[in-house]
């Protein structure tokens, strides 16, 4: 029974509960990483010319908006 418990079997579970862990919240998290992804986007063509319009703006603030709305769904469940 001592074989089992080492601390090189102690540490490889650490690990895979780690990354079982990371992927539950890779999971649940990917809907709001492809918002921000988005916003940073819309950010990047908007700042292509150095300069922010009204259009470029609403775009950017509707992108935002979509973030929170991903961020109130996952909240909610």
Same mark, same amino acid.
Request: glycine share 6%; charged share 25%; net charge negative.
């Given at each position: 029974?001592?074989?089992?418990?080492?601390?090189?079997?102690?540490?490889? =579970?650490?690990?895979?509960?780690?990354?079982?862990?990371?992927?539950?919240?890779?999971?649940?998290?990917?809907?709001?990483?492809? %918002?921000?992804?988005?916003?940073?986007?819309? =950010?990047?063509?908007?700042? %292509?010319?150095?300069?922010?319009?009204?259009?470029?703006?609403?775009?950017?603030?509707?992108?935002? =908006?979509?973030?929170?709305?991903?961020? =109130?769904?996952?909240?909610?469940?």
């Amino acid at each position: 029974m001592t074989d089992w418990f080492n601390w090189t079997n102690f540490f490889y =579970l650490l690990g895979l509960i780690l990354a079982g862990g990371a992927t539950f919240v890779g999971l649940k998290y990917k809907k709001l990483i492809d %918002e921000i992804k988005e916003v940073f986007d819309a =950010l990047q063509e908007a700042y %292509e010319d150095g300069k922010l319009s009204k259009a470029e703006q609403k775009a950017v603030m509707k992108e935002i =908006l979509d973030v929170f709305s991903a961020l =109130l769904k996952i909240a909610w469940k």
